[in-house]
């Protein structure tokens, strides 16, 4: 039983470096370079108080930092009292797009929504938010 003990750690040691080397690291790290493909003007957004019975247009602006074109293949509001509205085109290095969400604010009190935006550059949704309070007009 000692000669298997000592046998096993002898094998992790010897292929210790072996396995340190498989993910090299060359510059910035992956959660780095992705997260710094799009940069947003803001990813959650307190819209404060809004009138019942009157639909809220909110915004969020984002730039292109890639060296290629980036294309918004995908928005998905997180309920159907919001629509949602973005760039078609493809936002080219250093250029400009939006998503827009519409909330229909039908019922009062507190509420927070999300957009799910899925571009061409990275295939994990980013997740907006916009909370706020409706008010009885």
Request: proline content about 7%.
């Amino acid at each position: 039983m000692k000669n298997l003990k000592i046998t096993a750690l002898l094998a992790v040691l010897a292929f210790s470096p072996f396995y340190a080397n498989v993910f090299p690291v060359e510059g910035a790290p992956v959660v780095k370079v992705l997260a710094d493909a799009i940069k947003w003007k803001s990813e959650s957004i307190d819209v404060g108080n809004i009138p019942q019975g009157k639909p809220k247009l909110i915004r969020f602006e984002f730039t292109n930092t890639t060296k290629k074109p980036i294309v918004i293949e995908n928005v998905a509001p997180s309920c159907g009292c919001t629509t949602a509205d973005y760039t078609k085109t493809p936002i080219l290095p250093g250029k400009k797009g939006f998503v827009e969400a519409s909330f229909n604010a039908a019922a009062v009190g507190a509420f927070m929504k999300t957009v799910n935006v899925t571009t061409s550059d990275s295939k994990t949704p980013k997740t907006l938010s916009f909370k706020g309070m409706v008010v009885a007009s």
